[in-house]
């Protein structure tokens, strides 16, 4: 169906990837997908011709490569998606640790504070009491 309505280079060559022995099936007036492709008006005859006309071992084990090929590329993926989520977790560990000892520097800031301001209260107070007499 396919071969007759004009379809692209592509769509034929993942249909045969999906059906490699599709390019001999008959369909219910007797028609084969090489036939239709040859009395098509498709730019693209030639090459889809020439798609048709490869063994379906081609297509299969083209499509074996390209499932090979995307496991290779999912392994090392997810090997790198590994290694960042270690690199992540150190990070927000670091960030935890570098928070944490910010929040005791505030606090001890904050502790040396009060302190100073109840020292100058008291200096203040003593200076009040030395005035004049």
Not at 13 to 41: F, I, M, N
Not at 54 to 60: H, K, V
């Amino acid at each position: 169906w396919a071969c007759a309505q004009n379809a692209t280079v592509p769509i034929v060559e993942a249909l045969l990837r999906a059906h490699p022995y599709a390019c001999d099936v008959k369909d219910k007036w007797g028609r084969t997908p090489l036939s239709l492709a040859h009395a098509s008006t498709n730019t693209d005859k030639p090459r889809i011709v020439a798609a048709l006309g490869r063994d379906p071992s081609y297509w299969s084990t083209s499509l074996k490569n390209e499932v090979n090929d995307l496991r290779g590329k999912l392994d090392t993926t997810s090997i790198h998606a590994e290694k960042e989520t270690k690199r992540a977790s150190g990070l927000e560990a670091k960030l935890a640790e570098v928070m944490a000892a910010s929040s005791e520097a505030a606090s001890s800031f904050q502790n040396l504070k009060v302190e100073l301001e109840d020292e100058n209260t008291r200096l203040r107070d003593e200076v009040g009491d030395l005035g004049p007499r």
